[in-house]
């Protein structure tokens, strides 16, 4: 949101990076001439991991009207298809306790 506000009051062009699917949400703060980068080769071949995604149509994002973050991953399609090399179930207990090291 910081660089989008520099943008604006310096009346330069905004456009995200990225996972388009993800930044969608991001740039609705944005002003309407704001821009959305979508890499085809990239994205159109993720989507298909998607149950529930931002429509893409006539070059606009359309969100869907859900809670949340925009997007729900298929996840019957990612182990029927063998997409997921591991699955791992992080629990308290064995995890250990975050303690940076902090020095001055």
Request: proline share 4%.
């Amino acid at each position: 949101m910081e660089i989008r506000d520099l943008c604006e009051n310096r009346d330069l062009q905004f456009s995200s990076g990225g996972y388009s699917i993800y930044s969608a949400f991001l740039m609705t703060s944005a002003k309407r001439g704001a821009m959305i980068e979508y890499l085809y080769s990239l994205m159109y071949e993720l989507e298909k991991y998607f149950l529930i995604k931002p429509l893409l149509e006539k070059g606009r994002f359309y969100l869907p009207e859900i809670e949340g973050l925009p997007v729900r991953i298929n996840w019957d399609y990612c182990y029927k298809e063998n997409k997921i090399v591991r699955e791992r179930l992080w629990e308290k207990h064995n995890v250990s306790k975050y303690s940076p090291v902090v020095s001055m």
